[in-house]
Every structure is written in C-alpha cells, then in structure tokens.
C-alpha cells in the first residue's frame, strides 16, 4: 500500500518561500507515475499545483508556475515543492499525491499539512 | 483553462436513495474525468477515473458515466459513510493540466 506524507513548516511568512516535502512509503518514486502537489484554500476548492516524472521532467499549474519549483531525490524517495513570494492567499492545506498509472488522475493522496502565510 | 462546473452545490438525499451528481466541463476532455470524496480531515479518495472506471476497492454502488463536456457520477444507494463532499476532476494532455470542479456537498436529508 502506498502511502504518501507531507512534512514542513505550517507558518511562512508573506513574501518568503513555502518548502514542502513528500515521502512516499510503500513504493518507489522511480516507478513510472507522475507526483504532484494540490492544495485546497480554506473554504475554496482543490488546486493543482504541478507535478513532476522520475525523469525530473516537471509541469506547473501556468497561474503558479513562475514561483515554483518541483524537484524530488530517488535516494530518499521524496518529492519536494518550492513557493516563492508567498502571500495570504496562498494559506491552504497541501498534499502531496501520486498520478495513476492510468493517467489522468490521482489514486494516492497524502493527508495534506496545513501552511499559514502570516506575519 | 478548462472550467469544471459542479451541479446542484449541495444535495439533500436520505440513507438508501439514489444520489446523482453533475459535472460540466467547459469544452471537451474525452474521458478524462475523475470522481472524488472527501471526508473533513481526510485526503480525497478516489472513486472513479476515465469516466466510468471505478478504482480499486471501491463498491459498485458508485458508478461513472459520460463523456466530452457532460459527467454523471451516482450513487444508486446512499450509505451513512457516503455523506461527504464529491469533487470532479479532468486531464488536458497538452499542456499537462487538471482542473477541479467546486465540489458538490451531499448530506443527509
């Protein structure tokens, strides 16, 4: 059973950097899914944030993508995800989450931590 | 940016009827549609992909249906642990995007 775990600070302050990591348990990052981040704003819906291949090839939600950075190690089977220029809005729950082997979709979600952005 | 469009925002429907939750998307994604729920405290689980595929473990009372711009997903007969909210997802190949709908909140009537 694969299992995901987002770890991080839960308090960033406006205009720094949010840094998360994933570690995935009960498989291997190198196996052939894509990994991504979602996150959902309190009282909003769920946002894809991007999501990267065993490769290190990466795809960024385009609204987002100038201030992110996705990167993973396959020595410690993480994923992990850079936010610069934080602000208020971008205070939500992040998870981490692995894409189907199918495509399209997510069959593996971790349980998401929450980042408040505030002085 | 394809739009995901959820349908009713909430709905009412009692233990053992039928449930039948819409999702419209803005132009066409084949059959790249997801189905999740979400319980408060919990990661999304998901129910359904490629429209009507239901994901391992999941009971047949959920099935998926549709394609191109209009998804059904129902529930034929509501169990307790099935009052949650319900979030619609699609795929674009190129460029490599999901989209979520706004969810639809199903509780007890």
């Known amino acids: 059973q694969v299992q995901l775990q987002e770890s991080g600070p839960g308090l960033v302050k406006p205009s720094g950097t949010l840094s998360l990591t994933c570690d995935v348990s009960g498989g291997s990052i190198s196996s052939g899914n894509w990994w991504s981040w979602v996150r959902q704003p309190p009282g909003k819906g769920l946002e894809w944030i991007g999501e990267i291949y065993p490769s290190g090839t990466t795809n960024y939600n385009p609204s987002l993508k100038s201030r992110l950075t996705i990167s993973l190690d396959k020595s410690k089977d993480q994923f992990s995800l850079k936010m610069t220029s934080v602000t208020a809005a971008d205070t939500a729950v992040y998870h981490c989450?692995?894409?189907?082997?199918?495509?399209?979709?997510?069959?593996?979600w971790g349980q998401g931590t929450l980042v408040t952005v505030s002085s | 940016e394809i739009v995901m469009t959820q349908s009713p925002v909430t709905l009412s429907v009692s233990p053992g009827e039928r449930a039948t939750l819409s999702c419209r998307a803005s132009q066409s994604v084949s059959s790249n549609l997801a189905w999740y729920q979400r319980k408060p405290g919990q990661a999304p689980r998901l129910l359904i992909y490629?429209?009507?595929t239901r994901a391992t473990g999941i009971p047949p009372r959920f099935s998926g249906s549709g394609s191109g711009t209009e998804f059904t997903l129902t529930i034929s007969s509501l169990q307790s642990e099935d009052f949650a909210v319900y979030y619609c997802?699609?795929?674009?190949?190129?460029?490599?995007?999901?989209?979520f709908g706004q969810g639809t909140k199903l509780e007890i009537k």
């Open positions: 997802q699609q795929f674009n190949n190129w460029p490599r995007m999901y989209t």
């Open positions: 490629g429209a009507s």
């Open positions: 989450a692995r894409g189907g082997a199918a495509g399209g979709h997510f069959d593996y």
